[in-house]
C-alpha cells in the first residue's frame, strides 16, 4: 500500500519524496516538502515535553513566529505538552457507585483502562482548562491540510514515550508518527537529531513499559489503599504503594537494628615511642591482626613489660600507590552526594534543579542509571572538555583520554552519566550554581591525573610482647584531579627511621571504646539501597555495583526515587530530624500489621522492576506481566478482608495482635486488652492479676509484647512463697475447654558449665 499525503492545489507541484521503511508490513512513502512557487507548503508537527524544551527546538530550527500554544515555521510546528496531559479514568469514572469506598466494591479491575484529560490539582473533580485548551490545539494543528506528520520529541525515557504516545492515541492520529532521539537540548544536537529521526513504532516495547507500570500502580494503588483503609484506618487515607512500601521498609529494618543494638566495650592500647633523632610517632597495638580487645587485663600486662624491654623499628616498607577520581555522576549518585555535602537539599529538589539546568541545555539528560559514558560520545566529550578547562588554573594538567573507566558500552543502558554540554551558563541562582559546579568539576576530574601517594608503615616490636605496634603514614606526591575541589596536601610524615634502629617508649596508653549502632538513614543512604535494591557493595566492587543497577533490579526507577521518599514523608510513614530518617508509630504499625508481606519485601519489588525493564527490552510481553498484577491484586484485596483489623487511627501503642480476633492489643488503666472489645472480644491481660501478684509481679508494656510475638517471655524476678528469687518462662494460653485463658510456667535450663 502506498499513501501519498498531499495538498490539493489547482497548480502544478514539484514533490521532493524521501522514502523510508518501516517495520512494518506497509511502506508509507512521506512527501516531505511540497514547492509552491519557490515556498515549502507541507509540515511536520513536533510535540515536545514541556515549553521550554520546545523553545530549545524552535531556536535550533530558527523558528520565532510564535502563536497560541505553538511555534511556526516554514517545515515544521512546535508545539507542546505540560509533562502529562492525560490521566488514567478514576474508578468512579468507570462506575458511579464505585464514588463510595465500600469493601464489597473491591477489587476493582478495569476491562479496559481509559484515560481522560488531567484534573485541576487546585479543584477536585475539575478538568485542568489548560490542558484541555493544550489538547484541543494539538489536534487542530496534526489535523491541518498541510501537516504530512508527526515528530514525538518527548524525553528519552519510558515517562516522556507515553506522554506522547498518548497524546497520539487520545487524539486518534493517523499520520506517520517518527522519533526525536535526544540526550541534551543543545543545537548540534537537535540538528543532529532531526536528521536520525525513526519511526516511533519502534519504541512500542518501551511505551508497553511505562503503560504496565502506570497500570500496575493503579491497581495495586486504587485497590489496596481503599481496603487497608477501610480495615485499619478509618479516620484518614492509608496509602498503599508498589515502591512506598518497600521503601518504607528500609528505614524501618535500619531502626529496628539501631532499637536491637547491643553496645559491647572493648579496648585499644597504642604507644607512643622516641627515636634516636628526638622524634616521636604514634603505633597501635595488633595481635592475631587484631587491635581491639574485650577485656584490657592482657592490654595492662603489656603495657608493664612495654617499660621494662627493649624497643625496636622491626620493619619498615613504603609503597606507591594512587587513588582514581570518583565515577561521573548518574541520578541517585548526585542526589546522595549532594543532600550529603549541602544543607538544605532533598533530592527532589535535586532532581527538579537538574532537569531546569538540562532544559537549559547545560547539562545531558539526569534521569541516568548510568555512571559511564556510551563509547559513541567521544568527540562530544573531547569538544566539552575543551570549552569547560579554559581558563582553570590547572588548565595544563587536563588532558583528554579515552578511558575504559569514563567510556564503556557496557555500563550504559538507555542514557549516559550526567556531564555538562558545551554551552556554558551565563547566569545561574546558587542551587543551581552548586549542582552545575559538581556536575562539571566531576567530568573534568576525569582527565586529570590520580592522586599518587607514598605509603609508609612502621612496625615496632617490643621484647618479650607477642604483638607488634603499627604505624601508617602517607605522603601525597600528586594532587592530580583533587586539585578541582581545592585541596591541599595533608600529608602524615612518618620519622627516617630504619629497621633494627632502637627506639624508647616515650608513653602508653590504653583507650576504652564501645561498640556503635547503624547509623539512621539518610536519603543518600536510602537511594543508593532503593537503586541496588538492598546489596550493598564496596567501593572496590564498582564494577559490580553499576551491573547491579543496571540489571533493573530497583525499587523503581532514577526518576521516581525522589518522589518516593517525600511522598512517604508526606503521608507520615517517616520522620526526618536533621538528614536522618526515622519511621513513624503509623509506618511502624504498618510495617508490623499489614497483612500483604511482598509489598515489603525488596526481591519482590525488585523483580516487579526488573521485568518492567525486560518489557522495555521487548523480552516480556506486557499481558503476561499484567496476568501477574490482576492476580496478585485480587488474591490481596480478599487477604485483607479476611485478616483481623488493627485500628491504626487511634493514637495509641499497639502492643501487638490479638489471638482471638487479629485486632490489635493496647494498654488501657486496668488492662492490656482488645482494641475490638466494643465488638465482644474478651482477650485481656489484666494489671491486677492475681497469678503474677502471688509472685509479686504485675504484667509490663514489654513483657505483653513478649506474650503476643513470640508466646511466651522470661519473667525475672519472681518471688515464691518462701521469699526466694527466681526466674521463669511464662506463658499464656487458652484452655479450649473453658475458654479462658491461664498462665504456664516453665523454667530456663540450667548452664552446664
Same mark, same amino acid.
Given at each position: 500500500?502506498?499513501?501519498?499525503?498531499?495538498?490539493?492545489?489547482?497548480?502544478?507541484?514539484?514533490?521532493?519524496?524521501?522514502?523510508?521503511?518501516?517495520?512494518?508490513?506497509?511502506?508509507i512513502i512521506?512527501?516531505e516538502?511540497?514547492?509552491?512557487?519557490?515556498?515549502?507548503?507541507?509540515?511536520k508537527?513536533?510535540?515536545?515535553?514541556?515549553?521550554?524544551?520546545?523553545q530549545?527546538?524552535?531556536?535550533?530550527?530558527?523558528?520565532?513566529?510564535?502563536?497560541?500554544?505553538?511555534?511556526?515555521?516554514?517545515?515544521?510546528?512546535?508545539?507542546?505538552?505540560?509533562?502529562?496531559?492525560l490521566?488514567?479514568?478514576?474508578?468512579?469514572?468507570?462506575?458511579?457507585?464505585?464514588?463510595?469506598?465500600?469493601?464489597?466494591?473491591?477489587?476493582?479491575?478495569?476491562d479496559?483502562?481509559?484515560y481522560?484529560?488531567?484534573s485541576?490539582p487546585?479543584?477536585?473533580?475539575?478538568?485542568?482548562?489548560?490542558?484541555?485548551?493544550?489538547l484541543?490545539?494539538?489536534?487542530?494543528l496534526i489535523?491541518?491540510?498541510?501537516?504530512?506528520?508527526?515528530?514525538h520529541?518527548?524525553?528519552?525515557?519510558?515517562?516522556?514515550?507515553?506522554?506522547?504516545?498518548?497524546?497520539?492515541?487520545?487524539?486518534? %492520529?493517523?499520520?506517520?508518527?517518527?522519533?526525536?532521539?535526544?540526550?541534551?537540548?543543545?543545537?548540534?544536537?537537535v540538528?543532529k537529531?532531526?536528521?536520525?529521526?525513526?519511526?516511533n513504532?519502534?519504541?512500542?516495547?518501551?511505551?508497553?513499559a511505562?503503560?504496565?507500570?502506570?497500570?500496575?500502580?493503579?491497581?495495586?494503588g486504587?485497590n489496596?489503599?481503599?481496603?487497608?483503609?477501610?480495615?485499619y484506618?478509618?479516620?484518614g487515607?492509608?496509602?498503599?504503594?508498589?515502591?512506598?512500601?518497600?521503601?518504607?521498609?528500609?528505614?524501618?529494618?535500619?531502626?529496628?537494628e539501631?532499637?536491637?543494638?547491643?553496645?559491647?566495650?572493648?579496648?585499644?592500647?597504642?604507644?607512643?615511642?622516641?627515636?634516636?633523632?628526638?622524634?616521636?610517632?604514634?603505633?597501635?597495638?595488633?595481635?592475631?591482626?587484631?587491635?581491639?580487645?574485650?577485656?584490657?587485663?592482657?592490654?595492662?600486662?603489656?603495657?608493664?613489660?612495654?617499660?621494662?624491654?627493649?624497643?625496636?623499628?622491626y620493619?619498615?616498607?613504603?609503597?606507591?600507590?594512587?587513588?582514581h577520581p570518583?565515577?561521573?555522576?548518574?541520578?541517585?549518585?548526585?542526589?546522595?552526594?549532594?543532600?550529603?555535602?549541602?544543607?538544605g537539599?532533598?533530592?527532589?529538589?535535586?532532581?527538579?534543579?537538574?532537569?531546569?539546568?538540562? =532544559?537549559?541545555?547545560? /547539562?545531558?539528560?539526569?534521569?541516568?542509571?548510568?555512571?559511564?559514558?556510551?563509547?559513541?560520545?567521544?568527540?562530544k566529550?573531547?569538544?566539552?572538555?575543551n570549552?569547560?578547562?579554559?581558563?582553570?588554573?590547572?588548565?595544563?594538567?587536563?588532558k583528554?583520554?579515552?578511558?575504559?573507566?569514563?567510556?564503556?558500552?557496557?555500563?550504559?543502558?538507555?542514557?549516559?552519566?550526567?556531564i555538562?554540554?558545551?554551552?556554558?551558563?551565563?547566569?545561574?541562582t546558587?542551587?543551581?550554581?552548586?549542582?552545575?559546579? =559538581?556536575?562539571?568539576?566531576?567530568? /573534568?576530574?576525569?582527565?586529570?591525573?590520580?592522586?599518587?601517594?607514598?605509603?609508609?608503615? %612502621?612496625?615496632t616490636?617490643?621484647?618479650?610482647?607477642?604483638?607488634?605496634? %603499627?604505624?601508617?603514614?602517607?605522603?601525597i606526591?600528586?594532587?592530580?584531579?583533587?586539585?578541582?575541589?581545592?585541596?591541599?596536601?595533608?600529608?602524615?610524615?612518618?620519622?627516617?627511621?630504619?629497621?633494627?634502629?632502637?627506639?624508647?617508649?616515650?608513653?602508653?596508653?590504653?583507650?576504652?571504646?564501645?561498640?556503635?549502632?547503624?547509623?539512621?538513614?539518610?536519603?543518600?543512604?536510602?537511594?543508593?539501597?532503593?537503586e541496588?535494591?538492598?546489596?550493598?557493595?564496596?567501593?572496590?566492587?564498582?564494577?559490580?555495583?553499576?551491573?547491579?543497577?543496571?540489571?533493573?533490579?530497583?525499587?523503581?526507577?532514577?526518576?521516581?526515587?525522589?518522589?518516593?521518599?517525600?511522598?512517604?514523608?508526606?503521608?507520615?510513614?517517616?520522620?526526618?530530624?536533621?538528614?536522618?530518617?526515622?519511621?513513624?508509630?503509623?509506618?511502624?504499625?504498618?510495617?508490623e500489621?499489614?497483612?500483604?508481606?511482598?509489598?515489603?519485601n525488596?526481591?519482590?519489588?525488585?523483580?516487579?522492576?526488573?521485568?518492567?525493564?525486560? /518489557?522495555?527490552?521487548?523480552?516480556?510481553?506486557?499481558?503476561?506481566?499484567?496476568?501477574?498484577?490482576y492476580k496478585?491484586?485480587?488474591?490481596?484485596?480478599?487477604?485483607?478482608?479476611?485478616?483481623?483489623g488493627i485500628?491504626?487511627?487511634?493514637?495509641?501503642?499497639?502492643?501487638?495482635?490479638?489471638?482471638?480476633?487479629?485486632?490489635?492489643?493496647? =494498654?488501657?488503666?486496668?488492662?492490656?486488652?482488645?482494641?475490638?472489645?466494643?465488638?465482644?472480644?474478651?482477650?485481656?491481660?489484666w494489671?491486677?492479676?492475681?497469678y503474677l501478684?502471688?509472685?509479686?509481679?504485675?504484667?509490663?508494656?514489654?513483657?505483653?509484647?513478649?506474650l503476643?510475638?513470640?508466646g511466651?517471655?522470661?519473667?525475672?524476678?519472681?518471688?515464691?512463697?518462701?521469699?526466694?528469687?527466681?526466674?521463669?518462662?511464662?506463658?499464656?494460653?487458652?484452655?479450649?475447654?473453658?475458654?479462658?485463658?491461664?498462665?504456664?510456667?516453665?523454667?530456663?535450663?540450667?548452664?552446664s558449665?
Amino acid at each position: 500500500m502506498y499513501i501519498i499525503h498531499h495538498y490539493q492545489a489547482k497548480v502544478k507541484v514539484k514533490l521532493n519524496l524521501n522514502i523510508k521503511s518501516y517495520p512494518q508490513k506497509n511502506i508509507i512513502i512521506i512527501v516531505e516538502k511540497v514547492y509552491i512557487k519557490g515556498e515549502i507548503f507541507l509540515k511536520k508537527v513536533i510535540i515536545a515535553e514541556k515549553p521550554s524544551v520546545a523553545q530549545n527546538i524552535a531556536k535550533a530550527l530558527n523558528i520565532n513566529k510564535r502563536q497560541n500554544g505553538y511555534l511556526e515555521g516554514d517545515e515544521y510546528i512546535i508545539t507542546w505538552a505540560f509533562g502529562h496531559l492525560l490521566q488514567l479514568y478514576d474508578a468512579k469514572d468507570y462506575d458511579e457507585r464505585l464514588s463510595s469506598w465500600k469493601m464489597e466494591n473491591f477489587p476493582i479491575i478495569p476491562d479496559n483502562f481509559k484515560y481522560k484529560i488531567k484534573s485541576n490539582p487546585k479543584i477536585k473533580g475539575k478538568v485542568d482548562k489548560g490542558a484541555k485548551e493544550q489538547l484541543h490545539i494539538i489536534k487542530n494543528l496534526i489535523e491541518r491540510k498541510d501537516v504530512v506528520g508527526v515528530i514525538h520529541a518527548c524525553d528519552n525515557d519510558r515517562e516522556g514515550q507515553i506522554i506522547g504516545d498518548l497524546i497520539i492515541n487520545y487524539l486518534n %492520529i493517523k499520520k506517520p508518527v517518527e522519533r526525536l532521539l535526544l540526550n541534551e537540548w543543545t543545537k548540534a544536537e537537535v540538528l543532529k537529531g532531526m536528521k536520525n529521526l525513526k519511526s516511533n513504532d519502534c519504541f512500542k516495547s518501551m511505551s508497553d513499559a511505562g503503560i504496565s507500570r502506570q497500570w500496575a500502580d493503579w491497581l495495586i494503588g486504587i485497590n489496596l489503599t481503599s481496603v487497608a483503609t477501610l480495615k485499619y484506618h478509618p479516620d484518614g487515607v492509608l496509602n498503599i504503594g508498589r515502591v512506598i512500601l518497600p521503601t518504607l521498609k528500609i528505614v524501618y529494618d535500619r531502626d529496628k537494628e539501631i532499637e536491637n543494638f547491643k553496645k559491647e566495650i572493648y579496648y585499644k592500647l597504642d604507644a607512643s615511642f622516641k627515636t634516636n633523632k628526638g622524634e616521636i610517632y604514634k603505633g597501635i597495638y595488633y595481635e592475631k591482626n587484631q587491635d581491639k580487645f574485650k577485656t584490657n587485663d592482657t592490654l595492662k600486662d603489656i603495657e608493664k613489660k612495654l617499660k621494662n624491654n627493649k624497643s625496636f623499628v622491626y620493619n619498615k616498607e613504603t609503597t606507591k600507590g594512587c587513588e582514581h577520581p570518583p565515577y561521573l555522576f548518574n541520578l541517585s549518585g548526585l542526589q546522595g552526594y549532594i543532600t550529603d555535602k549541602y544543607k538544605g537539599f532533598t533530592a527532589a529538589k535535586v532532581l527538579k534543579i537538574a532537569q531546569s539546568l538540562y =532544559e537549559k541545555q547545560y /547539562i545531558t539528560y539526569p534521569r541516568t542509571a548510568s555512571i559511564a559514558l556510551d563509547e559513541s560520545l567521544v568527540n562530544k566529550a573531547e569538544k566539552v572538555l575543551n570549552v569547560l578547562k579554559v581558563g582553570l588554573p590547572y588548565e595544563k594538567e587536563i588532558k583528554f583520554i579515552k578511558s575504559n573507566r569514563v567510556f564503556d558500552n557496557t555500563k550504559v543502558d538507555g542514557h549516559s552519566a550526567i556531564i555538562p554540554t558545551y554551552v556554558k551558563p551565563n547566569t545561574l541562582t546558587k542551587d543551581e550554581e552548586t549542582i552545575y559546579s =559538581e556536575i562539571k568539576d566531576r567530568f /573534568i576530574m576525569q582527565f586529570m591525573q590520580d592522586l599518587q601517594y607514598e605509603q609508609t608503615v %612502621i612496625t615496632t616490636k617490643t621484647d618479650n610482647v607477642i604483638g607488634k605496634f %603499627i604505624t601508617r603514614g602517607r605522603v601525597i606526591t600528586e594532587l592530580g584531579f583533587k586539585k578541582v575541589q581545592g585541596l591541599n596536601q595533608n600529608n602524615e610524615l612518618l620519622p627516617d627511621v630504619k629497621k633494627g634502629e632502637s627506639v624508647c617508649l616515650s608513653k602508653a596508653n590504653i583507650s576504652t571504646h564501645q561498640t556503635q549502632p547503624p547509623k539512621h538513614h539518610t536519603e543518600k543512604s536510602l537511594l543508593k539501597v532503593m537503586e541496588t535494591c538492598g546489596k550493598t557493595y564496596k567501593d572496590k566492587d564498582s564494577n559490580a555495583l553499576m551491573d547491579a543497577v543496571l540489571s533493573g533490579f530497583s525499587i523503581g526507577t532514577p526518576a521516581t526515587s525522589a518522589d518516593t521518599i517525600e511522598k512517604i514523608k508526606h503521608v507520615g510513614y517517616i520522620n526526618t530530624k536533621g538528614k536522618k530518617l526515622f519511621v513513624s508509630d503509623l509506618g511502624k504499625s504498618l510495617v508490623e500489621y499489614f497483612p500483604i508481606k511482598e509489598l515489603f519485601n525488596l526481591e519482590y519489588t525488585g523483580k516487579l522492576e526488573k521485568t518492567l525493564l525486560d /518489557i522495555e527490552k521487548g523480552k516480556v510481553d506486557k499481558n503476561d506481566f499484567l496476568d501477574l498484577i490482576y492476580k496478585f491484586t485480587r488474591e490481596s484485596t480478599e487477604k485483607i478482608k479476611r485478616t483481623g483489623g488493627i485500628n491504626l487511627s487511634e493514637d495509641v501503642e499497639v502492643l501487638g495482635i490479638c489471638p482471638e480476633c487479629g485486632n490489635g492489643v493496647v =494498654e488501657s488503666s486496668k488492662a492490656y486488652g482488645c482494641s475490638n472489645w466494643r465488638n465482644g472480644c474478651k482477650f485481656a491481660i489484666w494489671k491486677n492479676d492475681r497469678y503474677l501478684a502471688s509472685m509479686q509481679k504485675k504484667p509490663n508494656k514489654e513483657m505483653v509484647k513478649g506474650l503476643l510475638k513470640d508466646g511466651f517471655v522470661l519473667a525475672n524476678g519472681l518471688k515464691s512463697k518462701a521469699g526466694n528469687t527466681f526466674n521463669a518462662i511464662l506463658s499464656y494460653k487458652k484452655n479450649e475447654q473453658t475458654g479462658y485463658y491461664n498462665w504456664e510456667m516453665t523454667f530456663p535450663e540450667k548452664d552446664s558449665n
